[in-house]
């Protein structure tokens, strides 16, 4: 380390100190004491360790570095700001502004260098276990023995609240079980919490923990020591055990701020009104927002040594695609748009016999969606034999097949739905992952940000109501599905027999902009009349008239999934006069013009009735309250699906028996 210039490093680390009380200050909201506290983890990283190119953020041999703990989302946009990323020190001063760089908590999309969503806790390090996996997944499919394409390394910082979170045990379990030796963990202890000391709820030994889940561990107790965590860093990326690595930094907490630091008080704004006297002990000027011409220029050297790197990268990836041109069209083949009508081609008719579940329907429709879609991955969260979303020629992803297709997670949703979302953000993969619906409740923190971020993930949520049958209420679903629809940005997709099933996964896996939830059956569904193609392009605009009135339009039946069948077994007894509209996605319905609209629904016709083995409030805004709904306002009950669905009132004869109310 005789060649590292550590007076420029340390200077560096207290100017990003003075950044962060001044943008804080400015915006009068944030966190101070991350940002001051792990200063000198960023020194270590930006300055010297990490490989980057600012000007090519996307760039396929980047090591990673994931802000775990977002809310000390200053320390990020102040390292970046000195990398030469676009983050102008305007940005800085916009600090949690409207539509500016730098929102409160880190966005993926909005701010360059920015590789996750952050600030929920706990879900960085998830995430950064994700993009570990996709970086395994990449060099094991795309390496090969003249040339290494994908060697980098993914790097989190995280908190004690992060690792208090319970989604840290399921990810780091995972990531020590998978041997994902390419994550590096820093973790700032700085024994502080925001309530009190850390000391008041937590009294684990962080070692013995790690340790027992099959991490490498440094203690670094001199965890603001530039030297001692670069030596850490350089030790944890050369190390051979083949195990994930964790770097144990005792740090102090708003350190800079003598009145604050140390303690709880320090981790939010509390500090602020001390920040004059902290910046002059500091040795930064009286000018606001201050970075020397010394660190501009140090910086600016070092991305030159960087970008050095990146050209030596370019070469050998030249040489890798003249080597390897196959693969190299499999490599941008990750880049290519898919439309869902192209996915559906590839997927035979079904027979009409015999009846099967629409999880079935499902199982049938992955092999050759998966076929078209090489760079496609799914997992289970140790469901396969119920969910039935095994790719069966994909074997399955391990420390010895980084290449396998099928994703264990094991009883772990929380972390799978986050580390979904964190091979989603790496960007090379098409990854779909499977539970009960029921069980989306362990998950749903994940799935709002894979919905914010705009993250193309795929759920396959299988057991999707009463009809689950003897597990009883625990297991069926009723609340579930009318609640994820309140999630903005995410698409719930309730298909009603096989073909409307294969539009649906065509429809998830085509969709660029955001997450797909695939709400399935456990029981055997009929096939509903009319044509293949008609039901797989009315799915494509998420509702469609299934049955069509002979006469002029006296009712409309609505539904959705296992309910369909009951709506059109009900319009054989109602009359010729009666419409049936299956609507297996109204997020989608929704999005279509307001001519096709009223072709399905149209304004004249307010004789109305919706049915779902469901919460029944949801479906007013497409029966209006002069319609009527039939679901389930109560938890279900252990029997036989049949006799509960017969129980509960979802058959025909009872939507029957409600119309002529």
């Known amino acids: 380390m005789s060649n590292i210039d550590f007076k420029a490093l340390e200077r560096a680390a207290n100017e990003t100190r003075g950044l962060s009380m001044d943008a804080v200050a400015k915006a009068a909201s944030g966190h101070l004491g991350l940002p001051l506290g792990s200063a000198e983890i960023g020194a270590a990283l930006f300055g010297n360790s990490l490989v980057y190119n600012p000007k090519d953020t996307r760039w396929l041999n980047r090591d990673y570095f994931v802000l775990s703990a977002g809310h000390g989302s200053m320390f990020l946009y102040s390292w970046l700001h000195l ?102 963990v820093f973790y700032d202890s700085n024994d502080v919490t925001l309530d009190a000391m850390a000391i008041e709820t937590q009294s684990e030994d962080a070692v013995k ?17 530039i030297g001692s965590l670069i030596n850490a860093y350089q030790n944890a990326k050369q190390s051979k055990s083949g195990k994930p690595q964790i770097i144990i930094c005792k740090t102090t907490i708003a350190k800079g701020i003598p009145e604050v630091a140390g303690t709880n008080k320090g981790h939010g704004e509390a500090g602020v009104k001390f920040i004059d006297s902290a910046r002059k002990n500091l040795g930064l000027p009286e000018e606001k927002f201050f970075v020397s011409g010394e660190t ?42 898919h439309e869902a009508i192209d996915i559906m081609k590839q997927i035979p008719e079904f027979p009409t016999t015999p009846i099967i579940a629409t999880r079935k329907a499902g199982s049938d429709v992955l092999q050759p969606v998966s076929q078209y879609l090489p760079l496609s991955v799914s997992g289970s969260a140790d ?72 993250l193309p993930v795929v759920y396959i949520f299988t057991h999707d109501s009463i009809g689950v049958g003897e597990d009883g209420p625990t ?58 193609q008609k039901k797989r392009e009315g799915t494509l605009r998420g509702g469609y008239v299934i049955v069509s009135e002979t006469a002029p339009l006296r009712m409309i039946l609505i539904a959705t999934g296992s309910e369909v069948q009951h709506c059109v077994e009900a319009a054989k007894l109602l009359g010729d006069d009666v419409r049936v509209v299956s609507m297996p996605c109204t997020e989608l319905f929704d999005r279509q013009s307001n001519e096709y609209k009223q072709s399905v629904l149209p304004n004249g016709c307010r004789n109305r009735i919706a049915m779902e083995a469901g919460v029944t409030s949801f479906w007013y ?38 119309s002529k109310q």
């Open 83 to 184: 990398s030469g990323y676009d983050i102008s020190i305007e940005d800085i001063k916009n600090f949690r502004q409207l539509h500016s760089k730098t929102p409160g908590h880190p966005e993926f999309h909005d701010t360059p260098g920015v590789e996750a969503t952050t600030g929920p806790l706990g879900q960085g390090i998830a995430n950064a276990v994700g993009i570990a996996s996709a970086c395994k997944m990449a060099a094991g499919k795309f390496n090969t023995e003249q040339h290494q394409i994908f060697n980098q390394k993914v790097v989190v910082l995280v908190g004690d609240g992060c690792l208090q979170e319970g989604i840290s045990q399921e990810a780091i379990s995972f990531a020590g079980h998978h041997r994902l030796d390419n994550l590096i």
């Open 209 to 225: 923990r790690f340790e027992s889940v099959g991490f490498e561990v440094q203690l670094v107790l001199e965890g603001n020591n």
């Open 296 to 337: 501009r220029q140090y910086f600016e050297q070092h991305q030159k040594q960087l970008e050095n790197l990146y050209q030596e990268w370019q070469t050998t990836f030249a040489a890798w695609k003249s080597a390897n041109p196959k693969l190299a069209q499999l490599l941008e083949s990750a880049n290519e748009k």
């Open 383 to 454: 469901l396969h034999g119920s969910t039935l979303n095994y790719i069966k020629e994909g074997r399955d992803f391990t420390p010895a097949c980084p290449t396998g297709r099928n994703i264990k997670f094991g009883i772990r949703e929380h972390a799978m739905g986050a580390m979904m979302n964190g091979i989603a953000y790496h960007g090379l993969f098409k990854v779909s992952g499977a539970t009960f619906l029921v069980f989306s409740d362990y998950l749903r923190p994940a799935i709002r940000l894979a919905a914010l971020s705009h």
């Open 475 to 532: 297991h069926q679903p009723v609340e579930t599905v009318s609640g994820l629809r309140m999630i903005p940005n995410l698409d719930v997709i309730r298909p009603a027999d096989p073909e409307e099933t294969a539009a649906a996964f065509s429809l998830a896996f085509a969709r660029p902009d955001g997450p797909t939830l695939l709400s399935l059956t456990r029981q055997n569904l009929p096939f509903l009349p009319g044509t293949a």
């Open 621 to 658: 805004k497409y029966v209006g309250l002069d319609g009527k709904v039939i679901g389930i306002d109560r938890f279900g009950m252990s029997a036989p699906g049949n006799t509960v669905m017969k129980q509960l009132g979802m058959t025909s004869e009872n939507l029957v028996n409600i």
